[in-house]
């Protein structure tokens, strides 16, 4: 049973540059949540997109979006990148939308700008 | 919004030793506990979870307990292994804002062989 997976495991941009991260949910999961994981700190909550939709959305500037495909995987794209952007991102996957499913995550993307 | 916080940030056991790692949140509306282990260059992985109607829960060498009252949860974590060696962070969510999960800022467990 495949997990989540994303790609790629690493990537260093330069500021001003735009990035997009992918992501794979889980088998059987139609939904799919972005976290952003400062170095020595939890993750934070980006966006969650199900069926193709931004359903709910983080604390984060529209310089962040994202994009859920017809089967279900996920983009994350960062535009005008700021050095604060370096950090580890991380796709969750859950069986649905509803409130206080399990998530389960991937490895993540380590992005570093430089 | 919602606030975890989570004690310690560090914690060394001697192999075969017990570790409790706390957390405490601030939104009474928050039902639903995870807690997630984290090792070096891998995502968060689910350990255990527990929802707010229980009062404690337990899988083999980890028990979670939640005191809804006093708005704080632990993880138990009996007869240590080396492998249990990992990030381990705590999790919060309610209702009303849908699966956006609030995490703690981790706790680093070493277990001494």
């Excluded at chain 2, 229980?54 to 080396?82: C, M, W, Y």
């Amino acid at each position: 049973d495949a997990g989540v997976t994303q790609s790629p495991t690493h990537l260093i941009k330069t500021r001003g540059q735009q990035v997009t991260l992918r992501c794979s949910p889980k088998s059987g999961h139609d939904t799919v949540s972005w976290y952003q994981q400062a170095l020595g700190q939890g993750p934070q909550f980006i966006f969650q997109y199900y069926e193709e939709e931004e359903r709910q959305r983080g604390n984060f500037p529209d310089r962040f979006s994202g994009h859920q495909f017809p089967n279900y995987s996920s983009e994350l794209n960062v535009n005008a990148l700021l050095l604060g952007d370096s950090a580890l991102y991380l796709c969750a996957s859950s069986a649905s939308v509803a409130t206080n499913e399990k998530l389960f995550f991937g490895s993540g993307t380590q992005l570093s700008v430089l | 919004g919602e606030n975890v916080e989570q004690h310690p940030s560090t914690l060394s056991v001697q192999e075969g030793d017990s570790a409790v790692i706390k957390c405490t949140y601030s939104d009474s509306a928050s039902n639903y506990f995870p807690w997630y282990k984290q090792e070096l260059g891998k995502g968060p992985q689910l350990i255990i979870d527990i929802r707010s109607n229980v009062g404690e829960k337990k899988d083999q060498r980890i028990a979670v307990t939640l005191n809804k009252t006093a708005k704080h949860f632990s993880l138990h974590i009996t007869e240590t292994q080396p492998e249990d060696s990992a990030v381990y962070f705590c999790a919060a969510s309610s209702g009303y804002t849908g699966n956006q999960f609030y995490f703690g800022t981790g706790t680093s467990l070493t277990v001494i062989p």
